[in-house]
């Protein structure tokens, strides 16, 4: 009886390790972890979703649905693949011409439950195994003799049945916003901020700015402090589909009254507005909803400065602590800016037409699921993206050439602050900073932590402070969630460590799911250049297109509140006739053997620049 009880014990057991053993495991279900996921189940692996939250799609799906980057020129791969999915489910639903597909803009502007609704679909059908309620709590590593470290198996808890529950994979992908997976395997990690001497960073450590310039009284020291937290609240004037902001049960009024000296004082008019002009910022979504969010260095703040700086590195019962705090803190300023008799009665009027979205977070009393974690940890590796990488190019309107570059931003150097006012400016926010570069490259070695062979990170990266001000966005991680889950493929079809494979390789694989490495504004990627373009890009055939002494760039127009045109000289016109001098600047950027290739090729008959780079490309490739 023993050894039938010992044999089917074995059985059930190695049942239960293959029903969780998959060829990649992605901890983290945020937009990088879902398109990481789906990018590597078309390659044909099986791979598993798992999630701490009842609900997929991190911010996305919990309130932050007015994405943040400047144009839509930078947007691509498996990320415009959703957005024109959002465009296609409003119009089946609405119309072409309705107030909706206005509304969303093109895409990027949808109701949390339809985002939701998409990503269900999108890793249905790529087949992925999606896993919520499990939280990490343990990893397993094996070092080699070089000191390497692999993980064999990540443990976690199941908080509905309370079991643990292991997971194997060839690769891992840590997607979380916090790095949890990353730091419970012993990756080396950073929180806070550097100093402005670590990495010669303008805007590291303690420093205060106005419209960009950097002020006195900063120190440039650095320190343990966090980028502020909020909620992106999802609201509505509809008095139908609004609800009531009503009366915390611990709401403590004491708290709130300074705010009635602000708009005594005239330099607060309203509260809610579209501009930096309120307490909170409307960012107009579709159906007549809007993503509140909290305005950078306004008087009265949204955000919880200071209140945050346990958070990355809390236990589950700190950070619960945390994000419960930074709930009631905007609950008990709403009812006040609504209700409170010591403010301007049509001030609380106009603040009491709106409130939350009943259609919205049905489950979570239409409150958002998901705290914005703007930063947490940043799990380092050898490579380490910082200010500089978003610098522009000696003699070049473009920023820095990155020949690893396996996707691309177009956003500002952007932090909410880390603390209050003190006693230097008493309106000034510790640690906010706003700079807009030239769109800029993010290489391939961020998302490799030091010393593991199959573990990518897509969200913590390897950065400084300011580095991750410039990535910290859904787009962002999106790009680098597809390029993780393309690597992860690469590594498993070939057996080889994530650091091992050839970026080479990965670039093409990325170009030929529509996904950009570099900024050129006016070759889509459904152009019959677009492979052709990014490649050549990438080798700075377009650095040099546009000589400094000729630029005179005009404000960039603004669309809706930060999307705006595309950024000046950053198009390379391939319908245009090639002519000698760009030919020969061209070919001088090519190896020895690729000119000879070139040269003959130029002179067959006269091109455009599109369709002799395309020749090229293909002769080359």
């Known amino acids: 009886m023993l050894v039938w009880i010992l044999l089917f014990w074995g059985q059930w057991t190695n049942a239960q390790r293959t029903s969780n053993s998959y060829d990649l495991v992605i901890y983290g279900a945020t937009p990088s972890g879902i398109f990481a996921a789906i990018n590597a189940a078309r390659q044909g692996h099986s791979v598993a979703l798992v999630e701490e939250y009842p609900q997929i799609g991190g911010l996305m799906t919990g309130g932050l649905s007015f994405t943040d980057f400047i144009s839509t020129e930078a947007l691509s791969g498996t990320f415009n693949e959703y957005r024109f999915r959002v465009v296609d489910y409003y119009t089946k639903k609405y119309g072409a011409n309705s107030q909706q597909i206005k509304d969303c803009y093109q895409g990027v502007n949808a109701e949390p439950h339809v985002t939701l609704l998409l990503f269900e679909q999108m890793l249905a059908e790529a087949k992925v195994k999606v896993v919520t309620r499990h939280r990490i709590v343990s990893a397993l590593t094996q070092k080699s003799k070089t000191g390497e470290l692999r993980i064999k198996s990540a443990v976690f808890d199941d908080l509905v049945s309370k079991n643990k529950v292991n997971f194997t994979a060839k690769v891992f992908i840590d997607a979380t916003y916090e790095g949890d997976l990353a730091v419970a395997a012993g990756a080396e990690f950073r929180t806070g901020r550097e100093s402005r001497a670590e990495f010669c960073e303008r805007f590291a450590g303690h420093i205060f700015t106005d419209k960009g310039q950097i002020m006195p009284g900063g120190t440039g020291e650095e320190n343990h402090k966090i980028q502020a937290y909020n909620f992106r609240l999802i609201m509505t004037d509809s008095v139908e589909n609004g609800r009531k902001v009503e009366k915390p049960s611990n709401y403590d009024r004491s708290k709130y009254l300074p705010i009635a000296d602000v708009f005594k004082s005239g330099k607060v008019k309203e509260v809610f507005t579209q501009d930096a002009t309120g307490i909170l910022r409307v960012q107009p979504i579709t159906n007549r909803k809007a993503d509140i969010n909290d305005i950078k260095n306004a008087l009265v703040r949204m955000s919880s400065l200071g209140k945050n700086y346990d958070y990355p590195n809390g236990n589950h019962e700190v950070r619960k602590r945390v994000i419960e705090e930074h709930k009631q803190h905007i609950l008990g300023m709403i009812y006040f800016l609504q209700n409170d008799e010591s403010l301007p009665i049509d001030v609380r009027k106009k603040a009491a037409l709106w409130g939350f979205a009943?259609?919205?977070?049905?489950?979570?009393?239409?409150?958002?699921?998901?705290?914005?974690?703007?930063?947490?940890?940043?799990?380092?590796?050898?490579?380490?993206?910082?200010?500089?990488?978003?610098?522009?190019?000696?003699?070049?309107?473009?920023?820095?050439?990155?020949?690893?570059?396996?996707?691309?931003?177009?956003?500002?150097?952007?932090?909410?602050?880390?603390?209050?006012?003190?006693?230097?400016?008493?309106?000034?926010?510790?640690?906010?900073?706003?700079?807009?570069?030239?769109?800029?490259?993010?290489?391939?070695?961020?998302?490799?932590?030091?010393?593991?062979?199959?573990?990518?990170?897509?969200?913590?990266?390897?950065?400084?402070?300011?580095?991750?001000?410039?990535?910290?966005?859904?787009?962002?991680?999106?790009?680098?969630?597809?390029?993780?889950?393309?690597?992860?493929?690469?590594?498993?079809?070939?057996?080889?460590?994530?650091?091992?494979?050839?970026?080479?390789?990965?670039?093409?694989?990325?170009?030929?799911?529509?996904?950009?490495?570099?900024?050129?504004?006016?070759?889509?990627?459904?152009?019959?250049?677009?492979?052709?373009?990014?490649?050549?890009?990438?080798?700075?055939?377009?650095?040099?297109?546009?000589?400094?002494?000729?630029?005179?760039?005009?404000?960039?127009?603004?669309?809706?509140?930060?999307?705006?045109?595309?950024?000046?000289?950053?198009?390379?016109?391939?319908?245009?006739?090639?002519?000698?001098?760009?030919?020969?600047?061209?070919?001088?950027?090519?190896?020895?053997?690729?000119?000879?290739?070139?040269?003959?090729?130029?002179?067959?008959?006269?091109?455009?620049?599109?369709?002799?780079?395309?020749?090229?490309?293909?002769?080359?490739?």
């Not at 396996?406 to 700079?435: Q, R, S």
């Not at 991750?468 to 966005?473: D, E, N, Q, S, Y």
């Not at 152009?527 to 000729?550: C, I, W």
């Not at 960039?556 to 006739?577: C, F, G, N, S, V």
Request: proline fraction near 6%; include cysteine; charge should be positive.
């Open 358 to 621: 009943k259609d919205e977070f049905q489950e979570n009393d239409n409150f958002p699921t998901r705290l914005y974690i703007r930063e947490a940890r940043r799990i380092m590796g050898d490579v380490v993206f910082i200010e500089k990488d978003t610098y522009q190019a000696p003699n070049s309107i473009r920023s820095v050439l990155n020949s690893n570059s396996i996707a691309l931003c177009d956003y500002a150097l952007n932090c909410h602050g880390v603390a209050a006012p003190g006693p230097i400016y008493p309106e000034k926010t510790e640690g906010d900073f706003n700079f807009i570069p030239q769109p800029f490259q993010i290489p391939y070695g961020v998302m490799l932590p030091k010393k593991f062979k199959n573990l990518l990170v897509s969200v913590a990266i390897s950065s400084s402070h300011v580095g991750f001000c410039g990535i910290r966005l859904e787009p962002t991680w999106s790009a680098l969630g597809q390029a993780a889950g393309l690597a992860a493929s690469l590594s498993i079809q070939k057996n080889i460590s994530v650091n091992n494979i050839n970026v080479r390789e990965l670039q093409s694989i990325l170009l030929k799911n529509k996904a950009k490495i570099i900024y050129v504004s006016d070759v889509s990627a459904d152009s019959p250049y677009f492979e052709a373009v990014q490649y050549f890009g990438n080798k700075s055939f377009f650095h040099d297109l546009y000589p400094l002494e000729s630029v005179s760039i005009k404000p960039r127009k603004i669309h809706k509140l930060q999307y705006m045109d595309a950024m000046e000289y950053h198009d390379m016109k391939p319908k245009e006739i090639l002519d000698a001098d760009l030919a020969q600047k061209w070919i001088s950027k090519l190896y020895p053997n690729e000119q000879t290739i070139a040269k003959k090729l130029v002179t067959q008959k006269q091109w455009t620049r599109g369709e002799f780079l395309n020749a090229l490309y293909t002769q080359l490739k």
